[in-house]
Structure formats: structure tokens, C-alpha cells
Nanobody, 122 residues
Framework: VHLVESGGGSVQSGGFLRLSCVAS?????MGWFRQVPGKDREPVAV???????RYVDSVKGRFTLSKDKDVNILYLHMSSLKPEDTAAYYC????????????????????WGHGTQVTVSS
């Protein structure tokens, strides 16, 4: 699976960004993760095959996942951005056999894009 992220940038606190992940093929399990230097990669929001999107508590109500299956794009709509949202954002896909269990578990994701930087200033 080949993944390419885009849409990052620099915004002020309270601003909005939409990230895009173009995938070589759309998967029922895929999601967005983020990482700051010196810290582990953490989940943000994922698609799961048995229900709606899952979000970590820190972004619930502010971030929304959507997908366009016609063009194989997974979007992350980010609103009310905060300085603590500053990170490199990555699109990830688990190995097929991990899909049912992947959820928000970063270690089950094996395919990654190169990331897109989001910087939120106060």
C-alpha cells in the first residue's frame, strides 16, 4: 500500500486544516497518527471495519474523518486547533491480518506515508 499525505501547514490556535491521504488502494482499516520529536507516534483517528471512526479523546469533537472511495482519499478535518496538536501527521494502514484488531493500536500499523507537518501557534 502506498500512502501520500498532504494538507499540513501553519495556523493559529482555533484554526482549521484538512489533511489528505491518497492511498494506492482504499482499505477498511486505515487512519491518522501523529508524532512530535522525541515522543512515540500516537493515534489520532482511525477507520475500523465493524463500526464508525474511532478518535482519541483529545480530538473528539474537533477532528473528523471522512473518505472518498472514488479517488482513494482519507481526509482528516481538523478544527479548533490547539498548539498541542502541533506534530507530524501520518497516514497508516495495518497488515491485512491485523485489520480486525488494529483499532487505535499504533503497533499494528505497518504501512506509512512520509507525513505532513502541522504547526499551531498560540
Amino acid at each position: 500500500v502506498h500512502l501520500v499525505e498532504s494538507g499540513g501547514g501553519s495556523v493559529q490556535s482555533g484554526g482549521f486544516l484538512r489533511l489528505s491521504c491518497v492511498a494506492s488502494e482504499m482499505k477498511s482499516c486505515m487512519g491518522w497518527f501523529r508524532q512530535v520529536p522525541g515522543k512515540d507516534r500516537e493515534p489520532v483517528a482511525v477507520l475500523v471495519p465493524d463500526g464508525g471512526p474511532r478518535y482519541v479523546d483529545s480530538v473528539k469533537g474537533r477532528f473528523t474523518l471522512s473518505k472518498d472511495k472514488d479517488v482513494n482519499i482519507l481526509y482528516l478535518h481538523m478544527s479548533s486547533l490547539k498548539p498541542e496538536d502541533t506534530a507530524a501527521y501520518y497516514c497508516g494502514v495495518p497488515a491485512p491480518e491485523e485489520c480486525a484488531r488494529a483499532g487505535l493500536n499504533v503497533w499494528r500499523y505497518h504501512f506509512w506515508g512520509h507525513g505532513t507537518q502541522v504547526t499551531v501557534s498560540s
